[in-house]
């Protein structure tokens, strides 16, 4: 049992051959690209989506800002879809390698805060004190803000792993003392209506998402348009 | 046996069982064919089922389904631990 439970989290190999990078690939495949004016239902439904997500996150932003609207909706999109895809069963959710996180969180974060010091200098470093402190606290705030502003990128990529990992995690514990259960039949139903339930607030991963993109996106907005 | 028209230029259903090693030796393995029959069977597949007037869920479905198929395939060495057994 205690082997078993971590063996849905290691990197999908096939003789060698690294299927994890098809299996990245895979979402791909769920968004074809409009090609007409009026397009087939599949395509009509994402791009209805897409708007929606488009004006809810965007509107906040200037000109400059907007700059970043492709790179911010495919990355909901992307995480949105792999997350939706890892509660298929048997499937593996590339997600929830701590790897494939940072490598998504280090790069943006620091894009953002490398453009707001290009082209506002001044008012990026200002946001290392906050107004109205009394003097003998700034050497110390100044150290806080700085510490809190590099956990960023870290706590960006950990949070999305460890909520998606501990989700497929007790799900696979509550299933595997659900089937043992049956034959003590009482609790049963009890833990059967719990998976359901933690199974739907899991379909809350696009939630997920919505945080991930959201606080990048506050980040991206406090560091360079400010 | 030796037939009218060659053996390259017919259709799988065409091929005489006989002409089947031969037929197969023919098709295009080089990256830029392999290539080919993917795009070609991913068309077929998305115009008979997606790109349509009432397409419906199914479409999408089949694919999720040849998925979790797929999964399945590749984790069974660990599945299999899992049966319900006396001795496993």
New interface residues.
Partial sequence: MNE?LF??FIT?T?MGLP?IILIIA?PN??F?SPNRLIN???VSFQQWLIQLVLKQMMTMHNLKGRTWSLMLISLIMFIGSTNL?GL?????TPTTQLSMNLGMAIPLWAGAVITGFRHKTKASLAHFLPQGTPIPLIPMLVIIETISLFIQPMALAVRLTANITAGHLLMHLIGGATLVLTSISTPTAMITFIILVLLTVLEFAVALIQAYVFTLLVSLYLHDNT | MASVVPVKEKKLMDVKLGELPSWILMRDFTPKGIVGAFQRGYYRYYNKYINVKKGSIAGVNMVLAAYVLFSYCLSYKELKHERRRKYH
């Fill in positions: 078993n063996a849905s999908p096939l299927i895979f495949i769920l074809p087939n239902r599949l895809l298929l069963p048997h499937s593996f």
